[in-house]
Every structure is written in structure tokens, then in C-alpha cells.
């Protein structure tokens, strides 16, 4: 079973930074992704990254402003977030699939982290 450990969010004012983090147990590397889930919402993409190749891809709504990147040394993904929005506010989830390649669906994805808090202060 992995595990996935997240650390990082917190309060922050609109135009600020966060950066997620992302601790995959064992030593097996995975194609990562960040979703995000506002209250009432689905849970939406937000960026992804690839395995072998380290490919990425993001949501139309945070390209530019935010950037996933991975450690495979320390088998943690990062999501840094600059330029927060409002409409950023929302609990971030770190996800981790069995085969590689870009994947936007929550369904495509096979673990799951707890969750973090994201509030961006307008």
C-alpha cells in the first residue's frame, strides 16, 4: 500500500506563495498529480508530472502561476504556487498512479494523500 504524506498549506494573502509538498512511502517512483477540491465542488486537476520523463502538464486556471516538480532522491512531488488567488482557496490533494503518462481524471488515479488546507485571503 502507498502512502501519500502532504505538508505545506496554510493562510495566505492573495498574491502570495505556498509551496505543497508530497512524501511517497517506499521506493517505487510514480507518475504524481495535485487536485484541488473547493467547498461544493468536484475535485478538480491542477497539475501533473510524469514519470520517466518528468512531463508536465497543468489546469488552464493555474498555468503560469503554479509549478510541479519531483524529487526522485526523496520520492516527494512538489506543487509552488505563486501569484494566489482567491479562487485558489481550497484542500489540495497529492495523488500517485500505477502507469505512466499525462492523466487528468481522479478516476486514472490509483492513491491519495489527506489533504491540505489552502486559503488564499483576498
Known amino acids: 500500500q502507498v502512502q501519500l504524506v502532504e505538508s505545506g498549506g496554510g493562510l495566505v494573502q492573495a498574491g502570495g506563495s505556498l509551496r505543497l509538498s508530497c512524501a511517497a512511502s517506499?521506493?517505487?517512483?510514480?507518475?504524481m498529480g495535485w487536485f484541488r477540491q473547493a467547498p461544493g465542488k468536484e475535485r478538480e486537476f491542477v497539475a501533473t508530472?510524469?514519470?520517466?520523463?518528468?512531463?508536465?502538464y497543468y489546469a488552464d486556471s493555474v498555468k503560469g502561476r503554479f509549478t510541479i516538480s519531483r524529487d526522485n532522491a526523496r520520492n516527494t512531488v512538489y506543487l509552488q504556487m505563486n501569484s494566489l488567488k482567491p479562487e485558489d482557496t481550497a484542500v489540495y490533494y497529492c495523488?500517485?498512479?500505477?502507469?505512466?503518462?499525462?492523466?487528468?481524471?481522479?478516476?486514472?488515479?490509483?492513491?491519495w494523500g489527506q489533504g491540505s488546507q489552502v486559503t488564499v485571503s483576498s
Open positions: 495523488a500517485a498512479r500505477n502507469d505512466d503518462g499525462i492523466r487528468t481524471s481522479p478516476r486514472s488515479y490509483n492513491y
Open positions: 517506499g521506493r517505487t517512483l510514480r507518475p
Open positions: 508530472i510524469t514519470r520517466d520523463d518528468e512531463s508536465t
